[in-house]
C-alpha cells in the first residue's frame, strides 16, 4: 500500500507568484470549495476576540467600508476583509503557526492587500485601542489610494502610453 500525502509547509518563507486568472487565482475549485466551507465552519465557531470585534463592525456606520468575516483571499482565509480598502485583518491566536502566517502575508501584500494583526487579548482587554488602531490603518490606506489614483491620473495626463 502507498503511503498517503499530507499538506506541510515549506520551510522558505518566499510566496509564490500569484497569478490573478479565474474564480481563486489558479486554484482548483475542488480546494476553492474547501476553503469556503473551511470558512463557514470558522465563522460557526468563532472565537470569543472574534465574536467581539465583529459585534462592533455591526453596530459601526464605516459606510462602504464594511468588512467580511471569514473572507477567502486567493488561497488564504483572513478573519475580516475589506475588498475596497484592500485590507485585511488577522486576530492572532495563541499557538498560530508563524512560518504559515508569515507566508500567508506575503502573498497577499504581492497582490496589493495589507494585513493587519491583531492580539485576540488586546482585543478582549482593550476594545477601544484596537479600534483606534483600525480606524488609523483604515486612513492610511485610503490615503493610499487616493496617492495611487493621483498617480494614475498624472501619468494618462502627461501621454505616457498604457500598457493595455
Known amino acids: 500500500m502507498t503511503e498517503r500525502k499530507t499538506l506541510k509547509v515549506r520551510d522558505t518563507a518566499e510566496a ?3 497569478k490573478k486568472k479565474g474564480r481563486g487565482w489558479e486554484i482548483s475549485e475542488k480546494r476553492l470549495d474547501a476553503l469556503h466551507d473551511r470558512a463557514r465552519e470558522m465563522k460557526r465557531h468563532a472565537s470569543p476576540a472574534h465574536k467581539a470585534l465583529a459585534e462592533r ?7 462602504r467600508y464594511t468588512f467580511k468575516r471569514f473572507a477567502v483571499v486567493g488561497s488564504a482565509i483572513v478573519d475580516f476583509n475589506c475588498h475596497i480598502l484592500g485590507m485585511a485583518i488577522v486576530i ?73
Request: net charge positive; charged share 45%.
Open 57 to 63: 463592525f455591526a453596530k459601526a456606520d464605516l459606510g
Open 16 to 18: 509564490p507568484e500569484l
Open 92 to 164: 492572532d491566536e495563541e499557538g498560530d503557526d508563524e512560518k504559515l502566517n508569515r507566508r500567508r502575508d506575503k502573498s497577499l501584500e504581492s497582490v496589493g492587500i495589507k494585513v493587519m494583526h491583531l492580539k485576540a487579548a488586546d482585543i478582549l482587554e482593550n476594545m477601544d485601542d484596537v479600534l483606534k488602531r483600525i480606524t488609523a490603518g483604515m486612513r492610511l490606506r485610503i490615503a493610499d489610494k487616493a496617492e495611487a489614483r493621483r498617480e494614475h491620473f498624472a501619468q494618462r495626463k502627461t501621454g505616457q502610453k498604457e500598457r493595455y
